[in-house]
């Protein structure tokens, strides 16, 4: 099946850093890429979708300007938290998809953040 | 909007017996998929099983099928002769057909396995 990983997987940072979030299609080409974020004990909640070479689309309520996504090749996408805080302490989950998959989508491993 | 329900936040199941998870959906779509997905505690998720919507035959994965019925959007996952590693949240995830479409998930329900 199609792999896809995540880096860091975890990661510790101050309040009011940045911090980048990678998410890599390892063996497909990834057209579309998902970055979501998920709660102790909930669901995944889609943060965005981003289009390679094109802007993301965000999703009501998902601050364009603290989570910038950036999806410059059909291999890579990365999610930077800037100027993060404690409340976005999280669990962070990537997915990929595109046609040489049939468009199924494939998840990473998943990125903790915990911003102190 | 669509929208993906499980009702039962949490199931219990002896090992190598039979638990059944239920999923609804809300669509106005004639043509998309559903999805189990498996979260272990690696928080890694994993696909158990995939449904088209205009297929009338139920999927099935080894020990794992479905009770796919269209008409009541429902899309329920047996889990056959349980296993301890099958303890974990599995969510429910609706998608449809479109190309590049985002996955729409349920709540999840935690399944808790008994040696």
């Known amino acids: 099946g199609a792999v896809v990983s995540q880096h860091p997987s975890r990661v510790i940072c101050k309040s009011g850093t940045s911090v980048k979030i990678e998410c890599r299609s390892l063996?497909?080409?990834?057209?579309?890429m998902f970055w979501y974020r998920q709660f102790p004990k909930q669901s995944l909640m889609l943060m965005a979708t981003s289009n390679e070479g094109s802007k993301a689309t965000y999703e009501q309520g998902v601050e364009k300007d603290k989570f910038l996504i950036n999806h410059a090749s059909l291999t890579l996408s990365t999610l930077t938290v800037t100027s993060a805080h404690p409340e976005d302490s999280s669990f962070y989950i990537c997915?990929?998809?595109?046609?040489?998959?049939?468009?199924?989508?494939?998840f990473g491993p998943g990125t903790r953040l915990t911003v102190t | 909007a669509q929208t993906v329900t499980q009702s039962q936040p949490e199931m219990s199941v002896q090992e190598a017996e039979t638990v059944t998870l239920s999923c609804t959906y809300d669509?106005?779509?004639?043509?998309?998929?559903l999805f189990w997905y498996k979260q272990p505690p690696s928080r890694q998720m994993i696909l158990v099983i995939r449904q088209e919507a205009y297929k009338q035959q139920n999927a099935t994965e080894n020990r794992f099928s479905v009770n796919f019925q269209k008409a009541a959007k429902s899309f329920s996952l047996k889990i056959s002769d349980s296993q301890l590693g099958d303890a974990a949240m599995y969510f429910c995830a609706y998608r449809p057909r479109a190309a590049g479409n985002k996955l729409t998930f349920g709540g999840g329900t935690r399944v808790l396995v008994k040696p």
């Open positions: 669509t106005s779509e004639s043509d998309y998929y």
């Open positions: 063996d497909f080409q990834a057209t579309t």
């Open positions: 997915s990929a998809t595109g046609l040489g998959i049939s468009y199924e989508q494939y």
